[in-house]
Each structure stands twice: as C-alpha cells, then as structure tokens.
C-alpha cells in the first residue's frame, strides 16, 4: 500500500490560474518535503516541514507557497503558474531530518 | 557551494552484466548517503544507505562503496535485469540532503 499519496497524479492548469497540489502519509513521519523536478534532473528542494516547522530553501520563488495543516496532510499552492512552471513536483516524507525519505510518485503538473 | 554529481549521465549495460554507478561529492562533512532509482512516471524509490563508518553495504544485489578519502561512492547492480532500467540518484547529507544529477542505465538484451 502506497505511504506517501499525492493527489492528483496529473495537473493541467491555465498560465496564472493559481493551482494546489496535495500529499498525504500514512507513515506519521515528522517531515514532509515538496521537491520540484524537470525532465531526468535531481529533484529541487522547495520547502520542507519539520512538525509544523516551515523551512524555505533560498532560491525558492514566492509564487511556490506550503500548508500543514496537520501530521498527515501537506499541500503546495503555486500562485501564478507560469510556463517555466510545468515539472514533476514530488512529495517525501522521512521520520527526521537526514533520514530516508519515502517519496510519492508525483504530480505531473502542465502549464497551458 | 557545496555539489553532488554522477561521473555518467547514461550507462548502456547488457543484461546479466554488473552496473557500477558512480557519484562524486565535495563536502567532506557528509556523512549519510543514499541511493535511489526512479522509474519513469515514478517518484524516487529507496535502494540502500551507507554511513560514513562503514565502507561497505550490500544488499539483495546490490552493493554500495563508500570512499571518503577522494570523496567517492558507487553502486554495484549485480546481474543487472531489464527491470534495473531507470534513473539512479545519489542523495548525499551533511544534515541536509543533496541529491546529484542522476544516471540513467539503459539495460539491453
């Protein structure tokens, strides 16, 4: 059984349509993470939730915003979409920082 | 800053053959390393881990070697199987993970 679900698996949203993708864990880990990834790249951390701890990676626009809402649940708002926007943004989970983390299997967000 | 690279962006290997994967890092304060595979449409699945007290890890066929004198890691896939195809990535932590540009091993008949 999947640990770490996103939802949906495929987003098509409008340029500047703002857009929210959702993650949830049944592993009751600590930290949830939003990773962004383009084509066979590394994936980009975004942000991460350490509890309800929010942590900004620098180089992350303000257009990418996150929710906790609460342990389970972790979701990622993007304001103004743009075309440069279009990735694979992937949810993690890990018990603590420079833990494993369990990763889900993406939504695949495009950009008309 | 601090980098995390794979040596090989694509590995064409035949199958039964062994894969060696390699990843370099610079931040000599690393000390928890990962390797993971990804297959297309799928996130990032965990292989094998290593500590930088050991040197050595195996699992079910595979192997990680650690060496943190030039600051080296690599995995061995045994017996590499048309179900190996994918993208390997190393994830390098110094309390934080970085993870590398990834390898993709293309497995041919």
């Known amino acids: 059984d999947a640990m770490v679900i996103q939802n949906p698996r495929y987003q098509v949203t409008q340029f500047g349509k703002p857009v929210t993708l959702s993650c949830s864990q049944t592993?009751?880990?600590?930290?949830m993470y939003w990773y962004q990834q383009k084509s066979s790249q590394a994936p980009k951390l975004l942000f991460h939730?350490?509890?309800?701890?929010?942590?900004n990676e620098a180089d992350t626009p303000d257009n990418f915003q996150s929710r906790r809402p609460n342990t389970s649940f972790c979701f990622l708002d993007i304001r103004s979409p743009g075309l440069g926007d279009a990735a694979m943004y992937l949810c993690?989970?890990?018990?603590?920082?420079?833990?494993?983390?369990?990763f889900g299997a993406g939504t695949r967000l495009s950009v008309l | 800053g601090e980098s995390v690279g794979l040596h090989l962006p694509t590995l064409s290997v035949q199958e039964g053959d062994n894969s060696i994967i390699n990843c370099a890092y610079s931040?000599?304060?690393?000390?928890?390393f990962i390797w993971y595979k990804q297959e297309s449409g799928k996130g990032p699945q965990f292989i094998i881990d290593?500590?930088?007290?050991?040197d050595k890890r195996q699992g079910q066929r595979v192997t990680v070697l650690l060496n943190k004198t030039v600051k080296h890691l690599s995995l061995q896939i045994a017996a590499t199987q048309p179900g190996d195809s994918a993208v390997y990535f190393c994830?390098?932590?110094?309390?934080?993970?970085?993870f590398g540009a990834g390898t993709q091993v293309v497995v041919t008949p």
């Open positions: 931040n000599s304060a690393s000390d928890y």
């Open positions: 939730y350490y509890d309800k701890d929010f942590n």
């Open positions: 993690a989970t890990s018990r603590d920082l420079a833990a494993i983390q369990y």
């Open positions: 994830a390098v932590s110094w309390g934080k993970f970085q």
């Open positions: 290593i500590r930088s007290n050991m």
């Open positions: 592993l009751n880990h600590n930290v």
